[in-house]
Structures are given as C-alpha cells and as structure tokens.
C-alpha cells in the first residue's frame, strides 16, 4: 500500500479521475505545453494595447484622451477578470477547462477584431486633415463591433491570466524535491515566456499591423492561439488536475457575513472558547488585530438547532478562517500605494506611444513603428532583472550576507523609477511641445524620437522590480488558504491603475478644457499641455511614494501578538453550561 501511495501525488488525479501516477502524469513537459498559450495571451493582449491607439486615433478619427480611455479601460477589464477566472477556476471549472474555455474566448475576439479592422463598412471614411475636428468619427455602430471584440480578448485575458501559472505548477509535487526544483525553474521561465511574447508583440506583430496590415497582425494573433490550444489539448492526457477546493473569495464573504450577523455578540474573554475545526497543524493562532472579525468565531444559541450543533460557514467561523482575512487586510496599504505604478505604466501605451506618431522616427530608410518604442521599456524590464540577478545579488550576499533586496524594498525601488519616469517624460515633453510651436502644420516635428527613450527605461526598469516585488510580497505574506487569493490582490492593482488613468484623463480633462479651449488633453496632444499632466502623475507618484514608505515601516513594525498554543475548540458541554 505505501509503494503504492510513493507511486502517486496525493492531492492530484490523471484524466480520468484516478490518482495521478508519478511516472505518467506532470514534470516539466506537460507544465511546458502551457506556456504556449501563456506567449499567444501576451501577443494578442499586448500587440494589440501598445498599437491600439494610433489605430483609435489615425481610422477610428477619436480624439486623444478618448483613445488613451479606450486602451486603459480595455486594459484595465482585463485584469479586473482574473478574478471572475479565478474565481470559476478555484469553484467549479478547475483550471484546465478554465484555460481551455476562455483561450477560445480570446480567440474568437482576436478574429473578430481582425474582420472589424478589415471590413471598410466598420470604420469611417479615410481622412486627409491633420485636425481631427474636420474628420468623421466612427459611429455606435462600428464603435460597437469594435468594443464587442476587445471586450471578448478581455474576458479570455483575464480567464486565462488567473489560470495558466497555476496549472503549470500543479505538474509538479511539491513534497518530492525534484519536483520542487523543477517548479522553481518553471517559475524562472514564467516571466521570461512572457516578456518574450511581449517582445514579440511590441516589435513583429506591431510592424506587421502599420507595414501590411492590422487585420493580419490581428489574424495572426488568433491563429497562433489555435495553435496553442492544439499544443495545449495535445497534453489531456499527461497534466495533473487539482479538485476545486472552493474560492477564497467565498471565505472571506462567509467571515464578514457572520462577523456582521453577529456584531451584538459579546467576545469571550478566554479566546479557547472560539470556534475552531481545522487540524493542529493547520491552525492560525488567535491575533487581538481587527477584533471585530472576531465575533464571526463566537458560538452562540442559534449555532444550536434542537439541541445539537449545525455549522453553518456564513453564520459561524473557525479562528484560523478568521485569522487568514485579517492576515489580507495587513496587506492593504502596501496594495493601494502599489496601484498608482500601473497608472504611470498605462502612459507608456498611450500617451507616449501619441508622442511617438508626431516625432522622428526613420533610421535610414527605416521608419521605427510609433508602438514599438515600448521595445525599450521591455528591453529595460530584462536588463534590470539581469543585473539584480547576475550583480545586485551576489553582492548583497558578499556584504550583507542576505540573497538580495527584500520585497518590499524592491517594489519601493519600483516606485520610485516610476516616479522619476514620469518626471523625465515632463521635461521631454516640454522640448516637444516647443518644436511644435514653431512647426504647426507638420505632422511628423523634427524631433527624433529616441527623446522618449528615459521615460520608457525608468518606468520598465520600475516594472522589472516592482512585479517581481508585488508578486513575491502577495505570495510570501498571504496565508497558506488564499495563495490564489494573494495573485488576484496583485492583478487588481494593474486593473485598478488603468482605471485611475481613465479616470485622471477624464478629470483633467473636464477641469482644464472647455468648450471653447482644448486644455491639458483633447483632440491633439500637440495643442495640448501633457507635460502639465506628465509633471501631475510625476507629484503623484512621488507623494505615493511617500506614503508606501510610511505603509511599509507600519508593516514591518507591526508585531502580532499571538494566543498561548491551547487547543481552541467547541466542547457542547461547555456552551450548554454557558448557555
């Protein structure tokens, strides 16, 4: 019998249902079959965000804050829909249909993006004026189409982002040591697979859309996530499948319905009388933080139906279900003072992809396509994280004796190259916008492009350390039940800061313009002050920073007092006694 268990992974089962054998389920392979659709996610999401714009601007004839609204909404949609991905995934579905569902779903929005880019009778008429004023915008209608297919690759972006990296690592048994240095390999590639496929999107896929074509660019995107899913169904029999286990998104709901049924309750004083039902070895001792979260542990009379005890989750919690949300809500300052970074980084697909169309752009013969300047900030993305890893590193070891920064010192370096970013692409647009004013009626400003080249390194060089920072500080810091929990707390702040971007434009824009004046933003950045609102993001960001640092010193300061280590458990006679 024990052979037989060694033979096994314990919490996974083969296709059929049957225990998982070793021998011919998960490793390396199978985990590896999925990054194909993790690089396809990454082209569509990706070659279509950084280029989106100029395609707004230049057929679809939008104004320029409403383009840059229509890229961040997108955006921010889809990392708003992990959690409904994961949420399905953790539930109901499990993660192989998850992925399976929701890569067709982004394929079938990447191919109707495709027909809508190449379709006459979906955009307006071509238009030869440089102000957009004297130009026929696109109607409902073909506005319509248009969002119907971002909002499908949106859906399957965000089914597919909750899912992918959990599947891979559900190949590998984390008590066999093999295994788990293989998992940590396939966590080292994850990242790397997807800069790779945003390279490819930010360079082949965004030429091949302004050179041939964006309904091939876009095709191709579809074609290759068919592809994918091919290679990905290939495996079916070979992946390890983990049951669903339920969403932490249920348990929270359940502690903060009971809690708040139960707000008159009265805490007992000695914490042994709150209820618990987990196993030693799996318990969260009692903390006195956020008491209140507490009375959703207190057993009271209508816990009792004739007599006997009826546990009921949304009425009555274990203290280890208790202590795991508030162990979430200690995360909450470091999350909100990380959300304005993807605010910054949501400039570097608009706003600075606008700048891009009206500068310099040829070397040689050459024309640089305006989206591919964020070849730059993936490029700095992949240099930061060479030189932590291959300098930054081993030197902290030789000095310090520690394996590098921590993770919250490398999501505050995060911050504030953004905040420098933000500062520099200020100043560069202030040059910009002094060569338009002598050059009014030019559309491409004698100006090279490769001004922008700061802005773009700081803030990917801020990615490089703040993702890995955020997704290292989420995972370490959340408690073991809510490990799904903590990757849908960092995707939300991406979601979050494209949302406060829409927002910002669309503030900015109502207070500094009229009807009869452009203000900061309007229909053409070049009559515009965006270095005003590049130097408003840059004061932003740098009180930000101001305000993770104190977050940060609360977090680290914050000793939690803990319970003796007495068993905390319902004894009936001890409630009917009470009672």
Known sequence: ???????????????????ADKSRTGGWVPAALSLGIEI???????????????????????????????????????FLLCLLGGFLADSYLGRYLTIAIFAMVQMLGTCLLAVSTKL???????????????????????????????????????????????????????????????????????FFVISTGTLMAVTVLVYIQDEVGRSWGYGICSASMFIALMIFFSGTKRYRYKKCSGSPIVHICQVVSAASAK????????????????????????????????????????????????MNPWKLCAVTRVEEVKKMIRLLPIWATTIIFWTTYAQMITFSVEQATTM?????????????????????????????????????????????FTNLQLIGIGLFLSAMGMAAAAVVEVKRLSVAKKYNETTTLPITVFYLIPQFFLVGAGEGFIYTGQLDF?????????????TGL???????????????VSIVKATTGSSDKQGWLGEHINKGRLDCFYGLLA??????????LLSAAWFRKKTVKQAPETEIIVKESTIEEKC
């Open 490 to 504: 960092f995707l939300t702040t991406l979601s979050l800061g494209f949302f406060f971007s829409s927002l910002l």
């Open 263 to 310: 707000k008159t309750a009265k805490l007992p004083s000695d914490i042994s009388l709150l209820y618990e039902d987990l196993p030693e070895a799996s318990r969260i001792h009692h903390t006195d933080q956020f008491r209140f979260l507490d009375k959703a542990s207190v057993v009271t009379e209508d816990d009792y139906r004739q007599g006997s005890f009826m």
């Open 120 to 190: 006459p009778q979906l955009r307006p008429p071509p238009c030869k004026y440089t102000n957009l004023t004297q130009c026929e915008q696109a109607n409902s209608f073909q506005m319509g189409i248009l969002y119907l297919s971002l909002y499908l690759i949106a859906l399957g972006t965000g089914g597919l982002k909750s899912s992918v990296s959990g599947f891979g690592t559900d190949q590998f048994d984390e008590k066999n040591e093999k295994e788990k240095a293989q998992m940590a390999y396939f966590f080292n590639r994850f």
């Open 1 to 19: 019998m024990d052979e037989k268990m060694s033979l096994t992974v314990a919490d996974a089962v083969d296709y059929k249902g049957h225990p």
């Open 539 to 548: 004061a932003l960001s740098f009180f930000n920073f101001g305000l993770f």
């Open 40 to 78: 396809c996610e990454r082209l569509s999401t990706m070659g279509i965000a950084v280029n989106l714009v100029t395609y707004l601007g230049g057929t679809m004839h939008l104004p320029s804050a409403t383009s840059a609204n229509v890229v961040t909404d997108f955006m921010g949609t889809s």
């Open 360 to 404: 310099e752009r040829t070397i040689g013969h050459f024309q640089i396509p305006a989206g591919s300047l964020t070849v730059f900030f993936v490029g700095a993305i992949l240099i930061s994280l060479a030189v932590y890893d291959r300098f930054i590193i081993p030197l902290c070891k030789k000095w310090r004796g520690e394996p590098g």
């Open 474 to 486: 989420f995972i370490t810091q959340s408690p073991k039940g809510m490990k799904t929990m903590s």
